[in-house]
């Protein structure tokens, strides 16, 4: 074999095709060692992510709800208070029901109630209530009143 038969001719797939015929792999670059080890570290930190996210979510359960009275308007069918509901924890609320009552003093002048399908963790959504009386001459409360867990 002479030196000129030892030259191997370019390739695309990792290899070097020698002139006889056989194929001499060429080595990994240090390049694409770092791109791997990048690789390897942020798939690594993904999944611990998600294991610490998946064990926090458990024990919690969506207590701290918060409502805020967004409008209020008059239309043909009533008073519409639009209002904002957050969901500050980690946990989901499934089939969240919202309370509104109308109220003079101690006594319920009206109540309407809501109820959100779903209200996933850290996440904010509107709703409205209908009121046949004006909501702006009575003491307006806001509450959620149950979910269920999905």
């Known amino acids: 074999m002479t030196t000129q038969d030892a030259q191997p001719s370019p390739r695309m797939d990792g290899a070097a095709k020698l002139r006889d015929g056989s194929e001499r792999a060429t080595p990994t670059s240090p390049l694409e060692w ?30 701290r709800i918060d409502i805020a009275v967004v409008q209020t308007q008059a239309g043909g069918h009533g008073h519409t208070v639009r209002f904002q509901i957050r969901n500050r924890t980690t946990a989901t609320a499934a089939t969240l029901r919202v309370r509104g009552e109308l109220r003079s003093g101690n006594r319920v002048v009206e109540a309407a109630e809501a109820e959100f399908d779903y209200l996933p963790p850290y996440s904010e959504r509107f709703g409205g209530l209908i009121f046949q009386q004006d909501p702006t001459r009575f003491e307006l409360r806001i509450v959620p009143t149950g979910y269920s867990e999905p």
């Open 34 to 63: 770092v791109a791997a080890g990048i690789g390897a570290l942020l798939i690594a930190a993904m999944i611990a992510y998600m294991v610490q996210y998946g064990l926090r979510e458990r024990g919690e359960v969506p207590g």
